[in-house]
């Protein structure tokens, strides 16, 4: 049926009609007290969002351009760092570095695994004469809805010294809680497409005063990405070039939704929507592709059996329930489908979704559970989450 | 009033309510075929505008942005360029030469001068050994409303035949033709909050086939911002990064009304918004900043007499006319007052700058023309242009 899509990828999520109202409304000049006051409001809220006293800047690019701003800034070439990689995001962050002439060290693991915080407290541990300047990692790996664990690689970070520790945070940003200041992290990028309801177009850094120690003696090339601009004008609520207005109308109406909902609530329904569609998909007998222990509050990727098709279930879907499921990536295309419940997603989403893969399945002639059963499994889990 | 604010300032500029609702709309994944088909629209019409039958690429940055890509992706390091730099964007581009190491000579002029084509000439003759591999420079400088002459200093790059053009025609595509292949220029850049009657958000750049020859020795670092990528996916209808979706259904509708008014149509309406305006300053008594041979066709500058206050002119035109011009920038803030005309701008408006324009400096007591005049001079001039 036209227009009635249901977004159930990783990005773009859905976007709240208050959200696309304000950002239908005419420009304004980027010079004005008004958009200042817009700007500033944006700003703090997203201190708030990120848990931070500290700048958290705003540029017009995606999620990749917002990390590699967040890694270029404060780095020089040839500096040693260590590079997670257990997905296409990793990946990515090592292409940067390499792009950058950067002694980028990967540290593995496979996808749908997470990274293993055992060889990162080795390799800063071995580091004794401090040559590890950063380590990069993703937290939500998006392409595999492995959740790292970012509280205990940041430990041994700690433990270091040295190192800054920059996050791809682009899925986990707003979905689970990440205390910026408290935790000490350096870097933390994330996308406007994602667990902050809107459109994608904007990219968020936090920057800590450490790193902006490092940002001093840091010598890559930058113009657009370089942060220095962003904070240096973030302080009198402009920014150093023309921002996307209508981006921070839309921003400033779901930071208020937000708001109005409360941290702790936000990070509980993400938990809640992640359980009960883990919950569910496993009462259908399928397998999750990343386990309990490890899984993403943003994304679950399901790995079908053999005999059943994921490129068949996310097509019909599609088509006959106008619910998007996103594919897999890379190697994993058409071998997983990913379940995006971030942002602005509610309960009744996920029973929505699990219904109607209930019937796709079933006409796909899936037999591996009984009738009923994954929307069973998730009433009961819902049942329980509110006693 | 509340919500009757009227942009004539150079960017953003009026957005026309089809382009704001169809932003309005809720967003559709990247990789979809739907996606896909509007990207491509939207890639054809690009080359519409720009009179080129290669590759015009769209990325989730500034105007700014854009041009640092269209620099930075085909020179390496401590390469020979020359600079034209007679404005606040000439300057910019010098800046970025720096950031990234170019060898650069700048070819100053005065703030509302153009540059001198002659300068450019001797240089490029001068090199015989062709070390100079680009010519950078801003086509309309917005922060003079000064037009250089691509056209003639085009013609000295094609007689040098080594170095590449690469054009800041941010304010001037779509304002102005730039008939990209017949010119043989090799970058051109632009942002959607000008001529194209969108929100900032998007940036463009058109690449020359020889530019892409240069992009595959060229060595200075770039991820998001490496055209090779979009380029690459723009073949297949995608793109390397997240797009913003609802920018590109914005784009996809002020394309279709750019093309249903026609190319020649779109130009000649900001040649008379030019001519317009100008004549009616200039029958205030108002000395222009930049003289008619070199006035861009998207903003005029305006510098009044010792006796009025350009800062005054700017306030009450807001207060009273809820009219947003613009102030000069750096040392010419406070000095003079642009006028932007460009995009979704037509006549009348132009009519109601002028007289609002008129009320403004009676109020502030400037008794340098007839009351009535700047008017008069308006409406015999767009009544010629009728004949």
């Given at each position: 049926?036209?227009?009635?899509?249901?977004?159930?990828?990783?990005?773009?999520?859905?976007?709240?009609?208050?959200?696309?109202?304000?950002?239908?409304?005419?420009?304004?000049?980027?010079?004005?007290?008004?958009?200042?006051?817009?700007?500033?409001?944006?700003?703090?809220?997203?201190?708030w969002?990120?848990?931070?006293?500290?700048?958290?800047?705003?540029?017009?690019?995606?999620?990749?351009?917002?990390?590699?701003?967040?890694?270029?800034?404060?780095?020089?070439?040839?500096?040693?760092?260590?590079?997670?990689?257990?997905?296409?995001?990793?990946?990515?962050?090592?292409?940067?570095?390499?792009?950058?002439?950067?002694?980028a060290?990967?540290?593995?693991?496979?996808?749908?695994?997470?990274?293993?915080?055992?060889?990162?407290?080795?390799?800063?541990?071995?580091?004794?004469?401090?040559?590890?300047?950063?380590?990069?990692?993703?937290?939500?790996?998006?392409?595999t809805?492995?959740l790292?664990?970012?509280?205990?690689?940041n430990?041994?970070?700690?433990?270091?010294?040295?190192?800054?520790?920059?996050?791809?945070?682009v899925?986990?940003?707003?979905?689970?809680?990440?205390?910026?200041?408290?935790?000490?992290?350096?870097?933390?990028?994330?996308?406007?497409?994602?667990?902050?309801?809107?459109?994608?177009?904007?990219?968020?850094?936090?920057?800590?005063?450490?790193?902006?120690?490092?940002?001093?003696?840091?010598?890559?090339?930058?113009?657009?990405?370089?942060?220095?601009?962003?904070?240096k004008?973030?302080?009198?609520?402009?920014?150093?070039?023309?921002?996307?207005?209508?981006?921070?109308?839309?921003?400033?109406?779901?930071?208020?939704?937000?708001?109005?909902?409360?941290?702790?609530?936000?990070?509980?329904?993400?938990?809640?929507?992640?359980?009960?569609?883990?919950?569910?998909?496993k009462?259908?007998?399928?397998p999750?592709?990343?386990?309990?222990?490890?899984?993403?509050?943003?994304?679950?990727?399901?790995?079908?059996?053999?005999?059943?098709?994921?490129?068949?279930?996310?097509?019909?879907?599609?088509?006959?329930?106008?619910?998007?499921?996103?594919?897999?990536?890379?190697?994993?295309?058409?071998?997983?489908?990913?379940?995006?419940?971030?942002?602005?997603?509610?309960?009744?989403?996920?029973?929505?979704?699990?219904?109607?893969?209930?019937?796709?399945?079933?006409?796909?002639?899936?037999?591996?559970?009984?009738?009923?059963?994954?929307?069973?499994?998730?009433?009961?889990?819902?049942?329980?989450?509110?006693?």
């Open positions: 049926m036209d227009n009635k899509l249901m977004l159930m990828i990783p990005g773009p999520t859905p976007v709240p009609e208050a959200v696309l109202l304000a950002m239908a409304k005419h420009p304004m000049g980027h010079r004005t007290k008004e958009f200042e006051a817009i700007f500033a409001e944006c700003t703090q809220d997203l201190k969002l990120h848990q931070t006293s500290h700048d958290v800047l705003s540029l017009a690019v995606s999620g990749t351009g917002a990390m590699e701003a967040g890694i270029i800034n404060f780095l020089s070439a040839g500096d040693r760092v260590l590079v997670g990689d257990n997905g296409k995001f990793g990946e990515r962050w090592a292409e940067v570095a390499l792009a950058y002439g950067l002694n060290e990967i540290i593995k693991a496979e996808w749908g695994q997470p990274l293993d915080s055992e060889q990162f407290r080795e390799k800063l541990e071995a580091d004794t004469d401090k040559q590890i300047k950063a380590v990069i990692l993703v937290h939500s790996e998006t392409s809805g492995v790292n664990d970012l509280e205990t690689i430990r041994h970070v700690k433990a270091h010294g040295e190192a800054l520790i920059m996050v791809d945070a899925t986990s940003l707003g979905a689970t809680s990440i205390p910026v200041d408290e935790w000490g992290i350096d870097v933390v990028a994330s996308g406007s497409q994602k667990a902050y309801m809107m459109p994608p177009g904007l990219g968020f850094v936090a920057v800590s005063p450490k790193a902006w120690v490092a940002y001093k003696t840091a010598k890559l090339p930058r113009y657009y990405l370089d942060l220095g601009k962003y904070s004008n973030a302080a009198k609520n402009t920014t150093p070039f023309t921002p996307p207005v209508n981006m921070f109308f839309g921003l400033q109406a779901s930071l208020q939704m937000m708001k109005a909902e409360g941290l702790e609530n936000v990070f509980a329904r993400h938990k809640r929507l992640k359980e009960t569609t883990r919950t569910a998909v009462a259908l007998g399928l999750l592709f990343a386990a309990d222990s490890a899984a993403s509050p943003a994304i679950t990727a399901v790995m079908p059996p053999a005999q059943l098709d994921a490129q068949k279930v996310r097509t019909l879907m599609k088509k006959r329930f106008d619910i998007a499921l996103a594919d897999g990536q890379d190697h994993l295309k058409g071998k997983i489908f990913r379940i995006g419940h971030l942002g602005f997603v509610c309960d009744r989403d996920i029973l929505a979704a699990i219904s109607a893969l209930e019937v796709v399945l079933r006409e796909l002639g899936y037999e591996g559970f009984t009738p009923g059963a994954g929307i069973a499994a998730a009433a009961k889990f819902l049942a329980e989450s509110q006693s």
